[in-house]
């Protein structure tokens, strides 16, 4: 998959995203059979919940901008109710952002109650304002409260669509009509009806916004999703290639060594190619199913010397020398795993190409991590006539990048090879 077609949302996505909305409360724990497409359709919900931290934060921020702004223009006049209904406001908002930033969310079936449950809450305060403010400052003191609905039109518009959003916006019209009935303002006032346009546009931005919010959102989340299945697929086609390498090919190139002309080494020879089989099947399966081998340790030296036991079978004779190693620079399991993995397979190459039998392992602490070098003094090769091959690129120095490391390989002819292993503490 291109990352051209990666970025590019499928046909309808932000349609259906516009006209639906997202559930933006719930926050669903996923089946380990889950398909696909319900992981993201989870990740998405999870992405868009944090989206109606706008709301609620333009809400703590709004409401006592317009409040100080009414006051500026209108001094202290119904200063105690629109006081009130500020520091409740903002209260009320401060928990929620708490809940949505440290809950766990709820289940789906409770969003249009607490959806409904702030649509109230902005209805009873804006009526209260409406009654109690004196008529000459009743339409700025209703705009201070409709800081409330604002906010619940924005959220809306993201949990439910914006067709929903829309209808509330058309039943904004005649609620308007029933602030000015209820505070004893003619409904044919200049000034309430200046106010009153005034308001509804500023739920068309919020209607506007928060579309805007949730495309980013949606999209965004799904781009990010689908470039890390995409990374996760790579590296799992990389990491079956490596175990194929590591594992099944270097057992069939054992038998194909294991040759002879002389027929009374038939049932020695026979016996080793069991032995290694069945050697190989058993490592295979732990790389299968990710389990550490039998008598694996927290220590690296303790890793190379079953290691060192391992490679013996091949004929290999392997000197470990492990200097002292600071505590504090015990490696991760990560790091660990691959360390040892890349030595394997440095040691095979050896094995294979180095023509001969004997290898220095020396462990030690270098550069802020710990270096592990294999030396022997075998026939080498030249570095500029031999490529590196699939071993040494992936088996050894991708394997070691991808967790902080790298590795060198030195080599002349005539005069063996160094190998030199690095990975982060």
């Keep these: 998959m291109s990352e051209r077609g990666i970025g590019a949302p499928p046909a309808g996505f932000v349609r259906a995203l516009l006209r639906g909305g997202s559930p933006v409360f719930a926050g669903p724990s996923m089946p380990e059979s889950a398909t696909i497409e319900e992981i993201g359709e989870s990740m998405l919900a999870r992405a868009c919940r944090y989206s109606v931290l706008g709301a609620l934060l333009y809400r703590i921020a709004a409401f006592p901008k317009v409040l100080v702004g009414f006051l500026t223009a209108n001094g202290a006049i119904a200063l105690a109710p629109l006081l009130s ?45 409406a009654v109690t403010a004196p008529d000459p400052v009743q339409a700025f003191a209703v705009d201070v409260a409709w800081t409330w609905v604002v906010g619940t039109i924005a959220l809306c518009t993201v949990t439910y669509g914006v067709p929903y959003a829309l209808w509330l916006l058309l039943a904004a019209v005649p609620f308007r009509a029933l602030l000015s009935w209820v505070g004893g303002i003619p409904l044919d006032d200049e000034l309430a009806l200046r106010r009153s346009i005034g308001c509804l546009i500023a739920l068309v931005v919020a209607i506007v916004t928060a579309s805007a919010f949730l495309i980013v959102v949606g999209v965004g989340g799904r781009f990010a999703l689908l470039t890390g299945l995409r990374r996760g697929q790579q590296a799992e086609r990389q990491r079956t290639r490596r175990i194929m390498h590591d594992s099944v090919l270097q057992t069939l190139e054992a038998l194909g060594m294991a040759t002879s002309k002389d027929d009374s ?161």
């Design 85 to 129: 209904t500020s520091i409740v406001a903002v209260a009320l908002n401060v928990v929620a952002a708490g809940w949505v930033l440290r809950g766990p969310g709820i289940r789906a079936s409770m969003i249009g109650r607490i959806l409904a449950a702030d649509l109230a809450i902005g209805v009873v305060i804006t009526l209260i304002v």
């Design 265 to 425: 080494r038939a049932p020695e020879l026979l016996a080793q190619v069991r032995a290694a089989a069945r050697a190989q099947a058993a490592e295979l399966r732990r790389e299968l199913t990710e389990a550490e081998p039998p008598g694996a340790s927290a220590s690296l030296a303790a890793d190379l010397a079953h290691l060192a036991a391992e490679m013996a079978r091949d004929g290999l004779h392997t000197q470990l020398v492990a200097a002292e190693i600071d505590q504090d620079y015990a490696l991760s399991q990560a790091r660990r795993t691959a360390m040892r993995d890349a030595v394997r397979e440095a040691l095979r190459n050896t094995v294979k190409h180095a023509g001969t039998k004997q290898v220095v392992l020396r462990v030690e602490e270098r550069d802020g991590g710990i270096a592990v070098v294999a030396r022997d003094h075998g026939q080498g090769f030249s570095t500029a006539d031999r490529p590196p091959g699939f071993g040494i690129k992936q088996s050894i120095m991708a394997r070691l990048a991808e967790v902080g490391g790298r590795g060198t390989v030195e080599s002349t002819p005539g005069r063996g090879t160094r190998v030199t292993l690095w990975v982060p503490r």
